[in-house]
């Protein structure tokens, strides 16, 4: 008897610390890797962009601020993809809210993880550089940029970073392994095109994170929180819009269904399984669970 008592207890001992792992796997890590994540993204792109550009002329300025910003979050979210989805940008996990791929309560514990790993990546960024250099600039209109042109530049520009965000990371994607590279990219071009206008925040949290450091809030502050968030629910409209049809579905039906008729002789009829074709062509098995079992019957003329 009190052999059994022992192992009932161990087994309820077991059983509660696999239940607090889990618990530490769902929540507490992926917040932990988005914290330090942003932090290494911010302080490898501002304490970057500020070298590359001291003492360039204006154009080799952009180029490199863009490839620092561009590099920095690309290696970064290569690093963290599998541990908290490497969303570095309150924009972004305002999509993937909408989309349905985070929970309410998560999406908000990783914009307090961003803006504080954000804060403490520009911080450590200033604080390892000499106390003359002024590290991370603040995001404010320049150039002639109106407050309203300003507000529809982050808007666009945060919108499509949102949308090749989802659509690169998208479960039945094929370029899910590599969605860190067009990702970078694509914030490599947006910085490209906004650096001259409004320094290129295209992300709250590292326009709030400079501004913290920086000791200095701006009063066009708010197009760089309402701009990119905006930006991050037309994405999402976007995303949804296309995944309600399914075009990954109709590529397939389509693709078995020609090589299926140049197989058969005329007048046969050619007979598809729509799984099978998911199954073959998609290479996984969560793929084919996104289209109901039926049979697809043509007739070759």
């Known amino acids: 008897m009190p052999n059994s008592s022992r192992h009932a207890s161990g087994s309820s001992h077991d059983l509660s610390n696999r239940n607090l792992i889990t618990r530490l796997q769902r929540w507490w890590v992926p917040a932990l890797g988005e914290f330090i994540g942003t932090a290494m993204f911010l302080y490898l792109a501002v304490g970057g962009a500020d070298a590359v550009s001291r003492g360039a002329s204006e154009g080799t300025a952009v180029l490199g601020i863009a490839f620092a910003f561009g590099m920095g979050l690309m290696v970064t979210a290569w690093a963290f993809g599998r541990i908290s989805g490497a969303q570095f940008n309150p924009a972004i996990t305002l999509s993937c809210l909408i989309t349905g791929k985070l929970s309410v309560g998560m999406a908000f514990l990783y914009l307090i993880c961003q803006l504080l790993g954000g804060t403490l990546g520009v911080a450590m960024a200033r604080g390892n550089t000499p106390s003359n250099v002024s590290v991370g600039g603040i995001n404010q209109l320049d150039n002639g940029e109106t407050l309203a042109r300003g507000f529809f530049l982050e808007f666009w520009l945060t919108s499509i970073l949102c ?22 990219f694509t914030l490599f071009s947006c910085h490209l095109f906004a650096l001259r206008y409004d320094n290129a925040a295209i992300n709250p949290a590292r326009a709030f994170a400079t501004s913290v450091v920086s000791k200095d809030f701006t009063p066009d502050h708010w197009i760089y929180w309402i701009g990119p968030l905006c930006g991050g629910i037309l994405a999402a409209a976007l995303y949804i819009l296309f995944c309600y049809f399914d075009p990954d579905i109709v590529g397939v039906v389509d693709k078995d269904q020609y090589r299926a008729e140049n197989a058969a002789a005329s007048g046969e009829t050619v007979k598809i399984d729509v799984d099978d074709a998911n199954k073959n062509d998609m290479g996984s098995s969560t793929r084919s669970q996104i289209a109901p079992s039926r049979d697809e019957t043509y007739r070759r003329a």
């Open 163 to 184: 949308f090749v965000y989802l659509m690169t990371t998208e479960e039945r994607s094929k370029c899910i392994f590599m969605a860190a590279l067009p990702i970078g």
